[in-house]
């Protein structure tokens, strides 16, 4: 089953989002925050599903760590901010995908499924 690492510090949408990608047959690990996701880096995920904006340390500086650790991880952003979104390409690691909110779950999960095959 494959392994998703959840960052967002959006209690609702951490909830939505884990239980909609649960739904779908992935294993979630989710974290309110990035300190959280970044404390169980070591562990064995496949994608690393993270909000941008987040108190303390923020999704850019995590999939940073996490591509360091495992440069084969597929990382996905989701973000309520369009001027972060455009400059998280610049910023975040190589071939990182970034969602921009509002977004549907069934959205979120069709692109998790399409990161996931390729």
């Given at each position: 089953m494959p392994?998703?690492?959840l960052?967002?510090?959006?209690?609702?949408?951490r909830g939505f989002l884990a239980r909609a990608l649960e739904r779908a047959g992935y294993e979630v690990r989710a974290?309110?925050?990035g300190e959280e996701a970044a404390s169980v880096l070591d562990q064995n995920w496949d994608l690393l599903l993270t909000d941008i904006v987040m108190p303390g340390m923020?999704?850019?500086e995590?999939?940073?760590?996490a591509a360091a650790r495992n440069p084969s991880l597929r990382i996905m952003f989701?973000?309520?901010f369009a001027a972060v979104a455009l400059a998280a390409g610049d910023s975040a690691?190589?071939?990182?995908?970034?969602l921009s909110?509002?977004?549907?779950?069934?959205?979120i999960v069709a692109e998790v499924e399409r990161m996931m095959a390729a």
């Open positions: 392994r998703i690492l960052a967002e510090d959006d209690d609702s949408l974290c309110a925050d923020d999704g850019i995590v999939a940073r760590l989701i973000t309520g690691p190589a071939g990182a995908k970034v909110k509002p977004i549907h779950l069934r959205e």
